[in-house]
C-alpha cells in the first residue's frame, strides 16, 4: 500500500469518526459512496474534501469532478498527486 493511500485512508477514518475501520479494512479501489464500499454520504463528502484541502491543499470544488476525484481511495491519490 503506498503511503498517501494509508494516508487517505486514515484521514477518511480520522475525519469521519470511523473508529470501528482500520486502514485495512478499506479496499483502495472499492467505492466510497453509494451502497457498495463504506457507504459514504453527501455530508461525508464534504466532511472528507474539507479534510482534504487542510491536510494536503488541494481543493475539490467542481461538484462533477468530486464524484469521480471521491470515487475511491485509488481516485483520490491519483487526483492528490496531479495537483
Known amino acids: 500500500m503506498s503511503d498517501l493511500n494509508l494516508e487517505i485512508k486514515q484521514l477518511i477514518i ?3 469518526n470511523l473508529e470501528d475501520l482500520t486502514p485495512a479494512d478499506i479496499d483502495n479501489d472499492a467505492p ?3 451502497d457498495a464500499g463504506l457507504a459514504l454520504d ?3 463528502a ?3 474534501a474539507m479534510a ?3 491536510r494536503f491543499g488541494v481543493r475539490i470544488v467542481d461538484s462533477k469532478e468530486t ?3 471521491m470515487a475511491s481511495v485509488s ?3 491519483a487526483y492528490i ?3
Open 81 to 83: 498527486e496531479s495537483r
Open 46 to 48: 464534504l466532511e472528507l
Open 42 to 44: 453527501s455530508i461525508d
Open 32 to 34: 466510497l459512496f453509494g
Open 75 to 77: 481516485a483520490l491519490a
Open 52 to 54: 482534504v484541502q487542510r
Open 14 to 16: 480520522e475525519s469521519l
Open 67 to 69: 464524484r469521480r476525484v
